[in-house]
T-cell receptor
Framework: NAGVTQTPKFQVLKTGQSMTLQCAQDMNHNSMYWYRQDPGMGLRLIYY???????DKGEVPNGYNVSRLNKREFSLRLESAAPSQTSVYFCASLGVGLAVSYEQYFGPGTRLTVT | AQSVTQPDIHITVSEGASLELRCNYS??????LFWYVQSPGQGLQLLLKYFSGDTLVQGIKGFEAEFKRSQSSFNLRKPSVHWSDAAEYFC?????????????FGAGTRLAVHP
């Protein structure tokens, strides 16, 4: 049971390049989330998926797109990277039967630098 | 608007000393409150959570937190800090009104432990 996994761990992009961050969970969770973490700002929600087949915007969605490929996988895409998207990105999931607890499980993060 | 404030950006304590990390929230209804810990280069791990009932909650690693509705606070405490507690600590509140399983995080408090 690996929990929440994210790939890649590190990435350097040039301005204007695109990339997809991958996230997968093996806990049969319904809900999945993408956050970014910036110094002094805590974690801010980019997008979330309440269940397979649905996605919705969070606090800071501009410049990002997401795909809930199936129940396990939730990817985050940067179509045209900008230096302002330099950050650490975390994926999280919330379990079936745990909806009333709102306990989110986090992946190890992807550190992205845009030059 | 809902918000979470962690007034202390950095705290340094000596090993064996007691610890209290402050968290204040603004929320329109009875909140669900969480404390997460992030070790360097790692994802977030849940320390403890409060939903209802006893206002003093116990968590992992010897941590506890007390919910004080009158002060809109949920401070984290530990009676004797270990060097391994050095990490960043995040307070979070949820769910958002009209939202779904979404959390708002504070900016974090970075804890350093002196030997």
């Amino acid at each position: 049971n690996a929990g929440v996994t994210q790939t890649p761990k590190f990435q350097v992009l040039k301005t204007g390049q695109s990339m997809t961050l991958q996230c997968a969970q093996d806990m049969n969770h319904n809900s999945m989330y993408w956050y970014r973490q910036d110094p002094g700002m805590g974690l801010r929600l980019i997008y979330y998926s309440a269940s397979e087949g649905t996605t919705d915007k969070g606090e800071v969605p501009n410049g990002y797109n997401v795909s809930r490929l199936n129940k396990r996988e939730f990817s985050l895409r940067l179509e045209s990277a900008a230096p302002s998207q330099t950050s650490v990105y975390f994926c999280a999931s919330l379990g079936v039967g745990l909806a009333v607890s709102y306990e989110q499980y986090f992946g190890p993060g992807t550190r992205l630098t845009v030059t | 608007a809902q918000s979470v404030t962690q007034p202390d950006i950095h705290i340094t304590v000596s090993e064996g000393a007691s610890l209290e990390l402050r968290c204040n929230y603004s929320y329109g209804a009875t909140p669900y409150l969480f404390w997460y810990v992030q070790s360097p280069g790692q994802g977030l791990q849940l320390l403890l959570k409060y939903f209802s009932g006893d206002t003093l909650v116990q968590g992992i690693k010897g941590f506890e937190a007390e919910f004080k509705r009158s002060q809109s606070s949920f401070n984290l405490r530990k009676p004797s800090v270990h060097w391994s507690d050095a990490a960043e600590y995040f307070c979070a509140v949820g769910p958002l009104s009209g939202g779904y399983n979404k959390l708002i995080f504070g900016a974090g408090t970075r804890l350093a432990v002196h030997p």
